[in-house]
């Protein structure tokens, strides 16, 4: 297993490398110069759209543009809107949001485009089960120019299959599996796995029925598991109204001067915000990746351009509304920059281990701090959790901290609860052993991905986030888990 995620570690430095974000960025500008601001499109003629004011039965196509623009959604608005959004604030601090709206402006000219240009080349020979996507857009486009250049577009189309492929194994089925088993987990400490046969079974009872019943099921889907997010997302920032002003002042400030580590927060770089923020948007709503043109290949019409405009709302839905409402929630109830959950009665001691790696020595679990049982459950088997020590230098922290992370196990002697640390490895620059220090006593949950999401809503309002997220993830993650598999 540690074998398979060195060759995903490997393709996602490629793959999501610094001059990648910046090359996508910089054509979503260009498409948006040359639509003239296509964004204004979407939100105006494609809202009209999706009314159905221009739904024609005689068109060619299997499904509607709101059943196209659900079917889509349904894998763009995901566990990146819950997960990926506390993720990119967790390590890139508050500016993350603001390079993340920036990337969402950009993304719905992309959308527009990619989609676009799928529908002037998908095939329609079945009118009920048509068929498009980039690899149609290579193949038969390249044609066009010169018929000897088909087989270097047919290449290329199986390029992005693969990748496609790729895509759908891992942020398509691995992240939303792994985030549902999560937040599940962690709220109600039902087993990771059992969470996984539930998910297979009921994605798979949806999918067999192919991509009527996708549009189908999306269509009632998505704008349910929306709308409850939302109206609960709403309800949090409003009870936290007065802090939402500096909030926003702290998401434009932080966007070009770091914030300093607090609290879990390890501190953050300019590149660092600009990174995560940029990664989780593109993530979240696959502006230029050429997933959501295969699903909007299938809406009846015959103007290219009218689905265009539709897709076009998808970054902006999945982007500047639900993401942003998330990281807000994230922001104004503390949990980015949260104290210790629990604390020692002196800072741990360190000891090396047979590898020479840095670990904690005792295994003693101490119990939470009675304020924060006001908002948290107590330790429970599985729970992680981690220890700042001060150590080498980080370039992309801009501090020298780090973590070393540790999971709540029972003895199997004793039945006590217990940790079990694991190790890191500290080296300066020149690669010389470095002694790291234990910052302080606090010992801190680590919420990660839509946990973190989920204790945002409870340090607001004790409970909701233990039934509101975990309930949203598993919807969010059944309907991009159903889309990404018809891709």
């Not at 990664?279 to 997933?291: C, T, V």
Request: net charge negative; glycine share 10%; charged share 15%.
């Amino acid at each position: 297993m540690e074998a398979v995620w060195k060759v995903i570690d490997f393709v996602n430095g490629i793959i999501w490398a610094q001059w990648v974000l910046y090359a996508v960025l910089a054509v979503g500008l260009l498409f948006t110069v040359w639509s003239f601001f296509g964004q204004y499109r979407a939100l105006t003629h494609g809202t009209a759209v999706i009314r159905g004011k221009y739904d024609d039965k005689n068109d060619p196509g299997a499904i509607n543009h709101f059943q196209a623009l659900s079917a889509a959604l349904s894998a763009t608005v995901g566990l990146g809107n819950i997960g990926g959004v506390a993720v990119a604030v967790a390590i890139g601090g508050p500016g993350a949001v603001f390079w993340m709206w920036m990337v969402g402006v950009v993304g719905m000219a992309l959308k527009m485009t990619e989609v676009t240009l799928s529908m002037m080349y998908r095939n329609t020979d079945s009118p009920d089960n048509p068929h498009g996507g980039p690899m149609w857009v290579v193949r038969e486009g390249m044609s066009k120019w010169s018929p000897g250049l088909r087989p270097l577009g047919a290449l290329i189309g199986g390029i992005f299959c693969v990748t496609l492929l790729i895509s759908t194994l891992t942020g398509g089925n691995m992240f939303q599996a792994w985030s549902v088993a999560d937040a599940t987990q962690s709220n109600f400490g039902v087993p990771r796995i059992a969470v996984g046969i539930i998910l297979c079974v009921m994605v798979g009872a949806v999918i067999i029925g192919g991509i009527k019943r996708i549009g189908a099921v999306a269509g009632r889907l998505v704008p349910f598991m929306c709308v409850i997010y939302l109206l609960a997302a709403i309800a949090v920032i409003l009870m936290k109204i007065g802090d939402v002003p500096d909030v926003l002042m702290l998401i434009f400030k932080s966007a070009f001067n770091p914030e300093e580590a607090q609290g879990a927060f390890m501190g953050g770089t300019f590149g660092l915000a600009l990174a995560w923020g940029m990664k989780r948007a593109l993530f979240s709503s696959e502006a230029g990746q050429g997933s959501s043109p295969i699903a909007h290949s299938a809406a009846k019409t015959d103007e290219p351009v009218r689905e265009g405009v539709v897709a076009g709302l998808e970054p902006f839905i999945d982007t500047i509304v639900v993401c942003t409402l998330t990281a807000i929630v994230i922001l104004v109830s503390g949990a980015w920059n949260r104290g210790p959950e629990a604390h020692f009665d002196a800072p741990p001691v360190l000891v090396q281990d047979a590898d020479q790696k840095w670990t904690v020595e005792s295994t003693a679990l101490p119990p939470k701090d009675p304020e924060v049982k006001e908002y948290a459950t107590d330790w429970n088997a599985g729970d992680t959790l981690f220890i700042i020590v001060e150590a080498e230098a980080n370039k992309d922290q801009g501090t020298n901290l780090k973590q070393i992370t540790g999971k709540v196990e029972r003895n199997t002697t004793t039945g006590d609860l217990q940790i079990a640390w694991g190790s890191v490895t500290v080296k300066d620059a020149e690669g010389n052993p470095v002694t790291p220090k234990v910052r302080d006593t606090g010992l801190f949950a680590n919420y990660a991905s839509a946990s973190l999401t989920s204790h945002a809503f409870n340090r607001v309002i004790p409970g909701l986030g233990k039934w509101l997220v975990v309930g949203a993830a598993w919807l969010f993650a059944i309907s991009t888990m159903i889309s990404w598999s018809y891709y």
